[in-house]
């Protein structure tokens, strides 16, 4: 099994930055992409972006484009998430999500695309 655990959450002020982090770890396993949702109180979860392991090319939500810049350290089966400029519709628990299948398809950007999810992590932003 693979174990996925993010850290990094926390309350910031509007305007303001935090870095999230993800690794994955486990016996004898690859990934093929990993990505970053995030779930609002009483609203569906929801892409915000994504990172292919091989050429670490990424995607991301429109309304993060610009201000979140996620990346990945291959060594440590790591990925990051920077983000900048935060306000309060970015408020939520945000959760990592490990691919460990290889799917033609890209971007992985539904939450199917993924089988392997961390607990989350919270991000409050004060307006």
């Known amino acids: 099994q693979v174990q996925v655990v993010e850290s990094g959450g926390g309350l910031v002020q509007a305007g303001g930055s935090l870095r999230l982090s993800c690794a994955a770890s486990?016996?004898?396993?690859?990934?093929?992409?990993m990505g970053w949702f995030r779930q609002a109180p009483g609203k569906e979860r929801e892409f915000v972006a994504t990172?292919?392991?091989?050429?670490?090319?990424?995607y991301y939500k429109d309304s993060v484009k610009g201000r979140f810049t996620i990346s990945r350290d291959n060594a440590k089966n790591t990925v990051y998430l920077e983000m900048n400029s935060l306000n309060p519709e970015d408020a939520a628990v945000y959760y990592c999500?490990?691919?460990?299948?290889?799917?033609?398809?890209?971007?992985?950007?539904?939450?199917?695309?993924?089988?392997?999810w961390g607990q989350g992590t919270q991000v409050t932003v004060s307006s």
């Open positions: 990172i292919r392991w091989s050429d670490g090319s990424t």
């Open positions: 999500a490990v691919s460990r299948v290889y799917r033609s398809s890209w971007p992985l950007t539904g939450r199917l695309g993924y089988d392997a």
């Open positions: 486990g016996r004898a396993f690859s990934i093929t992409a």
